[in-house]
């Protein structure tokens, strides 16, 4: 079956481009004022972006969406060489020609079978869709592997998980930002600091420690979370290994391939849609070409010597080049995919040069230019544009935190409106009623869109959440206090908890590099964050275990309650809790500050965003 390219009618709206160029604005560098006007974004931005990119839903997300990026990369060249080869036959291919030159090529079914595509393509790798009965097997090995990334990170952040359980079971689903996620942090995290203390250190003294390791006792070793998480990371990084040896190249069904088309069609068709709104206007053209290259642009994902001289991105001027608003969208991306297979095309070493460098430097070649498709779609298909199913997303730790302690919270006040209705009948009251309506979706929702309401601004206005969203709204004082109030939260949540996460992320990072600059394939970023995160809870076990007790005995100070000469692996569960619990201190202060300063500065009131006069923007 060719490649069908379709357009939907209702497929754009209002709303989705809207975040199609928040987002293309957010990787250039800039960020809503109000409308279509935009500014630079502040380096206090950029590092409280860079600070919470530790977290390991970004990691899956980038793995979910990259790989059927690369996947329509490989289709999109192949399908062009099916079409060139069409016009030198002077006839259409049969279906048999065109599966064999482009659905089940070696060119496409290397990303087809990339342990990323594998692992978030749940509908691909069923037998329903046409799956082998061992590329079926190899995606439940892979859903075994994310399963047990779930657990890896349950172990990674013990006290944070146990926080944000504890957190959601009591209240329910609480913005990160709120006045009462400080409290309860303030509340809570001391109290999970010690009592884990003592259960680790009760269960240390009744181990048996003959074993050691590194001259401490095995067991105690054995027992620390970080060891439990990086021996999670290593399973995780062998069931990838085991998902990779089981899946096959295969004949793509007529099921998977209506699914690969359709989601190529809408990626061409978003894309076209932000492709009309820069067409012709070079300022917007040039923010394009940045989103492409990056958020922080410490690395160009696309070299010089593939941009024009103001640095354009030579992928995005020829898909530029054949955009045409006066035509229909149909039109339009189906010259769109004449331009992008171009461009996709390698010279392929034939007879006497295919030599083993040669065929090495036209696979790294072929994977070069797919990454440039993968920054351009990017731009438009990402997750802060449409956000994927939750399963694709949510390992065993954010089920837990995010869906289960909520269901647990409701199943509570369920249970407690039952008597409460005994108390209704007697005093008269509204108890029972109010309780189940606490523990609806509804309920949520409504208390959500009533935070987001300007007309319930000025009700809204002390409102910690409202406040950190809405800062321009405060006078300078006011504002200062919001943005440390902020800065510690950002901290505690993302420097401190995540000590494991950044220490990964350092390893993850690593290991892409190098399978990027040895591999002739396209990194894989779930492999990338297992190996990190085996190394990574690795190092944090020895710094716990080793360097911080050594330089406890040299200070003289002790490092943690008396484990009988053995390691004193509950270090990173009591620091890690008393110290999150003494930074919310003095945040929860200054939250409050920055409400009562709010109070004595007054509201300003100015709902719609301005700039500053001289204050450089963009209409996009």
Request: proline share 3%.
């Amino acid at each position: 079956m060719t490649l069908q390219i379709t357009a939907s009618h209702d497929l754009i709206t209002p709303t989705l481009d809207r975040k199609m160029k928040n987002n293309i604005a957010r990787k250039s560098g800039l960020k809503q004022v109000a409308g279509d006007v935009y500014k630079r974004r502040s380096n206090w931005q950029k590092a409280c972006d860079f600070i919470q990119a530790s977290r390991a839903v970004s990691v899956v997300g980038k793995a979910h969406f990259e790989s059927k990026q690369y996947a329509q990369a490989a289709i999109l060249r192949k399908n062009h060489q099916a079409e060139q080869r069409t016009q030198l036959l002077d006839r259409d291919l049969t279906d048999e020609e065109y599966d064999a030159q482009v659905w089940n090529s070696n060119g496409v079914q290397n990303r087809l079978t990339r342990e990323d595509f594998v692992r978030y393509s749940q509908n691909h790798y069923t037998a329903k869709a046409g799956a082998t009965p061992r590329n079926v097997r190899a995606g439940k090995i892979s859903h075994v592997g994310h399963a047990l990334h779930g657990i890896c990170e349950m172990n990674a952040a013990p006290t944070g998980m146990t926080y944000n359980i504890l957190r959601n079971t009591t209240l329910g689903s609480v913005d990160e930002k709120s006045t009462k996620n400080k409290a309860l942090m303030f509340g809570l995290l001391g109290f999970i600091g010690v009592g884990t203390t003592e259960l680790l250190g009760a269960r240390i003294r009744k181990a048996a420690d003959s074993a050691t390791f590194m001259g401490q006792g095995l067991s105690s070793v054995l027992i620390a979370f970080p060891i439990f998480s990086s021996f999670m990371g290593l399973i995780g990084t062998l069931t990838g290994v085991a998902s990779q040896m089981v899946v096959e190249k295969q004949a793509v069904s007529p099921e998977q391939q209506s699914g690969l088309s359709s989601d190529l069609s809408k990626n061409l068709q978003k894309l076209l849609s932000q492709l009309k709104s820069i067409k012709d206007k070079p300022e917007l053209i040039q923010v394009m070409g940045k989103a492409m290259q990056g958020r922080n642009h410490i690395v160009n994902k696309i070299k010089s010597d593939s941009c024009d001289a103001q640095g354009v991105p030579d992928i995005l001027n020829d898909v530029l080049a054949v955009v045409d608003p006066t035509k229909s969208d149909i039109e339009n991306m189906r010259a769109m995919k004449q331009a992008l297979g171009s461009y996709l095309q390698v010279e392929k070493p034939e007879g006497r040069q295919a030599t083993m460098w040669a065929r090495y430097q036209y696979a790294k070649a072929v994977t070069t230019k797919e990454s440039h498709y993968v920054a351009l779609v990017s731009t438009v298909d990402h997750m802060e544009v449409a956000y994927p199913h939750a399963a694709a997303l949510k390992d065993a730790r954010r089920w837990t935190e995010e869906k289960g302690a909520p269901r647990v919270h409701d199943a509570l006040l369920n249970n407690l409106a039952k008597p409460a209705a005994l108390i209704d009948r007697v005093a008269n009251t509204n108890i029972s009623t109010t309780l189940k309506k606490w523990a609806t979706q509804k309920y949520r929702d409504e208390q959500a869109a009533k935070l987001t309401d300007p007309r319930r601004a000025s009700k809204n206005r002390f409102k910690g959440e409202y406040m950190a969203k809405n800062s321009h709204q405060y006078r300078p004082l006011t504002r200062s206090l919001i943005r440390v109030a902020e800065g510690m939260r950002l901290f505690n949540m993302n420097v401190v908890l995540a000590s494991n996460a950044n220490l990964s992320r350092i390893f993850n990072n690593a290991a892409l590099q190098t399978q990027g600059t040895l591999g002739t394939g396209p990194s894989s970023r779930v492999m990338g964050n297992s190996v990190g995160r085996f190394f990574g809870g690795a190092l944090l076990a020895i710094i716990f275990g080793t360097v911080i007790p050594i330089a406890a005995d040299a200070t003289g100070h002790p490092s943690t309650v008396s484990t009988n000469g053995k390691l004193p692996v509950d270090f990173s569960m009591t620091n890690i809790g008393i110290l999150m619990f003494l930074l919310s201190t003095p945040t929860l202060a200054v939250q409050g500050l920055a409400q009562l300063a709010a109070r004595i500065e007054g509201w300003e009131g100015n709902i719609n965003k301005t700039v500053k006069k001289g204050t450089p923007t963009i209409k996009f």
